[in-house]
């Protein structure tokens, strides 16, 4: 298991999140040559049980992914959501490590490219009623989902959408720091 180690730009603070390696959260956003920071709205919303709000390719700018604790590496994540049953989607997570190590306080840095690109792993979401308050720097609500990748035990996590849901975000707890990684649809 590696472990994710998401700076708070405003306080310095840590949030960590322990996951398996090709993970769905992260935290971050880039330096000066990637997409805008993701930056949180005021409120955010859950998908009000129609889990076709996942379908569609979505992408996540440049994050940082500890490597050990001292190091990490710049990555970008894409969920190609393709198939709806019911309150499960599923489809495929792909991750590209861009490999610059970056300490602490640095942003990740995600150009030229990738070093390593992993095989699209199997990802199926389940939405699992009813939908939790999202606190932190948000207020509004966020599914509870439970997901299933290839090769790894079933994870409990938490979504919220931006009022027109064309952006995500996921992470192990409904507390959406500030900063979080931010999903877009493509």
């Known amino acids: 298991m590696k472990s994710f180690n998401c700076m708070h730009a405003a306080t310095g603070t ?5 996951i398996a390696a090709s993970m769905l959260t992260a935290c971050g956003g880039g330096g000066d040559d990637d997409a805008p920071p993701p930056g949180l709205p005021a ?13 569609g390719t979505w992408n996540m700018g440049c ?3 500890s490597v050990n604790d001292l190091m990490q590496h710049s990555i970008t994540q894409t969920l190609h959501i393709t198939s709806l049953n019911g309150s499960t989607v599923t489809g495929t ?12 306080g640095q942003p990740a840095r995600c150009t030229g490219s990738p070093q390593s690109t ?5 990802t199926t979401l389940t939405l699992q009623p009813p939908a939790v308050a999202a606190t932190g720097a948000t207020q509004g609500m966020a599914d509870q989902v439970t997901m299933t990748r290839q090769g790894h035990a079933a994870q409990t996590y938490y979504a919220a959408f931006n009022t027109a849901y ?13 900063n979080w990684a931010t999903f877009v649809k493509q």
């Open 63 to 65: 994050a940082a992914a």
């Open 14 to 18: 840590f949030v960590i999140a322990a």
């Open 118 to 122: 992993t095989q699209p792993e199997n």
């Open 43 to 55: 409120t955010v919303v859950d998908s009000h049980g129609d889990a076709s709000k996942y379908l």
């Open 93 to 104: 997570l792909t991750v590209q490590d861009y490999g610059r190590l970056i300490y602490d």
């Open 166 to 178: 064309t952006k995500f975000w996921i992470k192990d707890s409904p507390s959406f720091p500030e």
